[in-house]
């Protein structure tokens, strides 16, 4: 009986034999075959090459077939085996483009189903979003079975009932004034010399933009309207979108923290409480929202006006906000009970267009759309003097931290310096003609004043010295704001980013 390999089914020269299968191979095909797999090629088993046997068989000669014996018997031959390898050649071909199609399917159906996980993972966000924004609500609603008389509530959009006024007591006064005293004792003393770690001007000069982020609010509505920072914490920035939301962002790890929803229009003023993770809204929606960073939750919503809000201002005790509205009064409300202390029409009948907090607390100024700039004293809730000299609508006023200074912008491309002392105007800064100026603000040491408008400008106070400008927004800047001992310089635009300057 002929020997056979089992891997070629020839006649082997050097037969041997597997001792795992007992399967007969040729020498070299099998060496080949375990040193590249180390198993037996019949059942898989481990084999080396040393435990082959070797079999003793007699050497057969093979005859030539008798058609090999010609030219052209020869040629016949290289020609079959020639066509053979053409045909698997071909059966190969066709085996690739069926593999191909295959795989080309697999492909289609991968895109399809990451197409549907994407649509599947919007659904989701857009659904927590929704859950999100009605939470507060649900909230508020809960609210409003605690016997609250003084607190307005919207509930599924249905406007709130107009808050009744509790009055400003005698503790609420002796409140104010003892922390007035406070605080104009620690002004005096902090006037006395400049912050060692505030930033120089020539350094002030050398700012640059550091970063820019622009997706904070919806690419949908754009436009960040309002800019605020943590005094305490001056890494925590706010911002009021067009979008109807408010951001909170942390710029050292460059994270959204917290985004408010609850506004059913866009968002023109936002604070951030000094000392606490609170911030207040305020919105043409005619509410003002006190917000739980941590929870991202409306805790607390104030009615206190018939019309949209143009200003904001927390007082320096934390516990009390003003603000004013286009329907001409300005309110002052307790944060902590909702209580709406009192509500004061503004005189000659017109629209109130902003309005802040004296460092002191004991009095505050107010815009009007009449281009006039009125003082108010708290406790008295009267209109102890007034700044004519704008021509146009008052857009923004900020409070010196020294409390002799104010500054004013309307529409009518100037910023004017008021001497709180003497009563009148010893400054203006005329800028070009068509700036609009969205809104001022002094540092916290009152060493420098910052305008934002159709760009960003730094001034030095006092000298009242142009020593920056900062034009990298691609549209109106709305809001600007200092870092601690102006460290940094934060602004907000119209073109939807948040732009943060300092040395590079």
Not at 112 to 125: H, M, N, S
Not at 232 to 254: H, M, P, Q, R
Not at 290 to 296: A, D, L, Q, R
Not at 351 to 374: C, R, W
Request: charged share 20%; glycine share 6%.
């Amino acid at each position: 009986m002929a020997l056979s390999c089992a891997i070629s089914n020839e006649v082997p020269e050097h037969p041997v034999i597997s001792p795992a299968s007992g399967s007969i191979f040729e020498r070299r095909l099998i060496e080949k075959y375990i040193s590249e797999n180390g198993v037996d090629p019949i059942n898989g088993k481990e084999l080396t090459i040393e435990q082959l046997i070797d079999i003793k068989a007699t050497p057969i000669v093979k005859p030539k077939p008798p058609s090999a014996t010609s030219i052209p018997a020869i040629l016949k031959i290289m020609q079959d085996e020639w066509d053979a390898v053409m045909l698997h050649s071909f059966t190969l071909r066709q085996q690739l483009q069926t593999a191909r199609q295959e795989l080309s399917h697999a492909l289609y159906q991968h895109d399809a189903a990451c197409r549907v996980i994407a649509r599947l993972t919007k659904e989701v966000t857009a659904a927590r979003e929704a859950l999100a924004t009605l939470k507060p609500q649900a909230g508020i609603v809960q609210a409003t079975t605690i016997p609250q008389p003084a607190v307005a509530v919207e509930a599924g959009g249905t406007a709130a009932q107009p808050m009744e006024q509790a009055g400003i007591t005698e503790d609420v006064i002796q409140k104010l004034q003892e922390r007035a005293t406070v605080l104009t004792q620690e002004r005096k003393r902090r006037g006395r010399s400049v912050p060692e770690d505030l930033m120089p001007q020539d350094s002030i000069r050398s700012f640059q933009t550091l970063a820019s982020h622009p997706g904070l609010h919806s690419a949908s509505v754009p436009g960040i309207l309002a800019l605020d920072i943590h005094s305490a914490d001056t890494s925590k920035i706010l911002t009021g979108g067009a979008d109807k939301n408010a951001t909170v962002f942390n710029k050292d790890t460059e994270q959204v923290v917290a985004i408010l929803k609850g506004h059913t229009k866009k968002v023109t003023r936002v604070i951030y409480h000094p000392e606490e993770d609170v911030v207040m809204t305020a919105s043409p929606d005619a509410t003002i929202r006190v917000w739980n960073v941590g929870t991202s939750q409306t805790t607390l919503l104030l009615k206190a006006h018939d019309a949209p809000v143009t200003g904001l201002s927390l007082h320096p005790t934390g516990d009390y906000l003003l603000s004013s509205s286009l329907d001409q009064h300005w309110a002052f409300s307790d944060i902590r009970t909702g209580r709406l202390l009192t509500k004061v029409a503004g005189q000659a009948g017109q629209p109130l267009t902003t309005a802040q907090f004296h460092p002191d607390g004991l009095i505050f100024g107010t815009g009007t759309a009449d281009s006039q700039v009125k003082i108010w004293d708290l406790k008295e809730q009267s209109n102890v003097a007034n700044f004519p000299g704008h021509t146009g609508v008052i857009t923004a006023i900020s409070f010196s931290e020294n409390g002799y200074y104010l500054a004013t912008a309307a529409e009518d491309s100037c910023v004017k310096l008021w001497d709180l002392r003497k009563l009148k105007n010893f400054k203006t800064l005329q800028l070009e003609e068509s700036y609009e100026v969205k809104d001022i603000c002094f540092d916290q040491s009152g060493t420098y004043l910052a305008v934002a408008g159709t760009d960003v400008r730094v001034y030095l106070c006092k000298q009242w010295q142009e020593l920056k400008v900062l034009n990298d927004h691609t549209a109106a800047a709305t809001g600007v704001r200092f870092g601690k001992h102006a460290q940094y310089i934060a602004s907000t635009s119209m073109d939807r980013t948040l732009k943060l300057y300092g040395l590079s």
